[in-house]
Nanobody
Framework: QVQVVESGGGLVQPGGSLRLSCAAS????????TGWYRQVPGKQRELVAG???????NYAESVKGRFAISRDNAKNMVYLQMNSLKPEDTAVYYC?????????WGQGTQVTVSS
């Protein structure tokens, strides 16, 4: 069993930055792909960024060049550095460990981009 806890959300002005953190418990973390997803009310959860155990990354088109995902396998941590934030980035951000279908999810952290 893997427990996932996100942190780092908050209120930020447009153009600002935030760094989200995801802490995962359990063994074999370094064998799992991980990803950050986001969801707004009334819409489906969408992939923001993913990273494989070997460090290969992929991003949603809307965040390319602004967000960066990274992981520290020694600490069982995944990070999402978010720069040049826009109001449309406002959402609850979730960390996933394993896969979106059968993996493990955290409770989410709210990110609000507003002046």
């Amino acid at each position: 069993q893997v427990q996932v806890v996100e942190s780092g959300g908050g209120l930020v002005q447009p153009g600002g930055s935030l760094r989200l953190s995801c802490a995962a418990s359990g063994r074999l973390f370094d064998a799992y792909a991980t990803g950050w997803y986001r969801q707004v009310p009334g819409k489906q959860r969408e992939l923001v960024a993913g990273i494989t155990p070997g460090g290969f990354t992929n991003y949603a088109e809307s965040v390319k060049g602004r967000f960066a995902i990274s992981r520290d396998n020694a600490k069982n941590m995944v990070y999402l550095q978010m720069n040049s934030l826009k109001p449309e980035d406002t959402a609850v951000y979730y960390c996933n460990v394993g896969s979106p279908l059968v993996g493990y999810w955290g409770q989410g952290t709210q990110v609000t981009v507003s002046s």
